[in-house]
């Protein structure tokens, strides 16, 4: 079963799992020397195998931009390619010390690129903090003559570590140790609002991070530390946050979007585990066999509940949804629940939900109709943990009623007391 979901230590089970998944020990910090200045960029650029790549498109890069500095829109790279030979086309060999510049309308497509050379196996990547704005702010002068060098050949293996595929993605959500972060925003993550598409939502166990919070009002990026520290406080509550030791995912909507920028980021605040998922949210949702879960709130639980109003009146499971309570017994009792939940509690709900489902829901298609789960309230996770156990067990359209019994109170919902 899935009990693993429910458990503090991987215990053995880790030693099945293949080895990406698996955790690397605790140590202090380490920083690469990724994010450079205009000032050093300068002092640099003239060395022999130095390159500069600027990921902005042909206009951009036509009206201004460093000095000997190739053209390489991140746009029109797409992952499934071969990158190293896309950056053997364009003269790099992966020995060279390369800079991506951007600016602040592209600083996503440039850490997209950024992304691409660590995939491709480039040796020496950074990345200009501050992008092409901070070189004119630094008072040096731009080009507007179109570089290039002789084709290549790329030298370096592809480092398979720094990309996540649909599949390792399946394969992750719920997993101790393992986080898959949603860079798209939270109002996506969480679905939207009532009757939003039944593709909205997010990847189970998924958690939502705007990474541009940690970008400064000049577009430079905030000091590593300190990102990493802003990143440690990530979690579905304030007292279970994320291990920045262990091992993470994240995805945008697709290539050269948030998440890439969340890679960048996090590479920069010494995660020494992340990879990112260039097909992002787009391919998950694309792939219909694959499970989704939104964030419903009580007014709309309300609705839909009084949708069906004999079932609502006389507290009996609802015949359009599976609607399950993960309290424990006694609380599901007094003070009571929400009217049509039944109780099954998480800590029993892996090893029981197929009995339950036969009781109350006999013969229940699970790619088609949804589960709704819900516990005491938004600092109660258990309920996000039983969709993911559900979706495990073959259910694709999850909902995760968060705001849980708290909410519902707080729209002056119906609570009744049942023996059941």
Not at 305 to 332: C, H, I, Q
């Amino acid at each position: 079963m899935l009990a693993f979901l429910l458990a503090v230590s991987t215990g053995p089970l880790e030693a099945q799992w293949p080895p990406w998944l698996k955790k690397t020990p605790s140590r202090p910090p380490h920083y690469p020397e990724i994010a450079v200045t205009a000032e050093w960029l300068a002092a640099h650029a003239s060395q022999p195998g130095f390159v500069v790549l600027d990921a902005r498109g042909p206009s951009s890069y036509l009206a201004g931009h460093v000095p000997s500095a190739i053209s390489l829109p991140a746009d029109s790279l797409a992952p499934e390619a071969d990158p190293g030979g896309l950056f053997g086309l364009r003269g790099l060999s992966g020995e060279e010390r390369v800079v991506v510049c951007a600016d602040s309308a592209s600083i996503e497509d440039g850490a997209y690129l950024f992304w691409l050379l660590e995939t491709a196996g480039a040796r020496d990547v950074r990345f200009l903090d501050g992008g092409f704005e901070s070189w004119l702010r630094s008072g040096r002068p731009a080009e507007t003559i179109s570089a290039a060098r002789e084709s290549a050949r790329w030298t370096e293996r592809p480092d398979a570590s720094r990309r996540a595929t649909k599949e390792q993605v399946t394969a992750a959500y719920g997993l101790p140790g393992m986080e898959i972060v949603d860079a798209r925003g939270e109002q996506e993550w969480e679905g939207g609002p009532a009757g939003a598409k039944a593709s909205a939502g997010h990847i189970p166990h998924s958690l939502p991070y705007d990474f541009r919070q940690m970008i400064l009002a000049d577009g430079t990026f905030r000091a590593p530390s300190e990102m990493r520290a802003m990143f440690s406080r990530l979690g579905p509550r304030p007292s279970d946050l994320v291990d920045i030791d262990g091992r993470f995912i994240v995805h945008g909507r697709g290539p050269s979007d948030a998440g890439a920028l969340g890679y960048l980021a996090l590479r920069m605040a010494g995660v020494d585990s992340v990879r990112y998922d260039p097909g992002g949210w787009d391919e998950w949702v694309a792939d219909t066999t694959l499970p989704v879960v939104r964030i419903p709130r009580a007014e709309e639980l309300q609705d839909r509940l009084r949708s069906e109003p004999f079932r609502f009146a006389a507290d009996k499971p609802p015949a359009g949804f599976v609607f399950f309570d993960v309290r424990f017994r006694l609380d599901f009792q007094a003070p009571g629940h929400i009217p049509g939940a039944v109780n099954l509690a998480s800590n029993v709900f892996g090893d029981s939900l197929d009995v339950y489902l036969a009781r109350h829901w006999p013969g229940v298609d699970r790619a088609r109709v949804p589960m709704v789960v819900y516990c005491y309230g938004p600092d109660c996770i258990r309920s996000r943990i039983c969709t993911t156990i559900a979706a495990r067990q073959g259910f694709r359209r999850l909902e995760w009623f968060r705001g849980g019994l708290e909410e519902w109170r707080a729209l002056g919902g119906e609570i009744v007391g049942s023996e059941r």
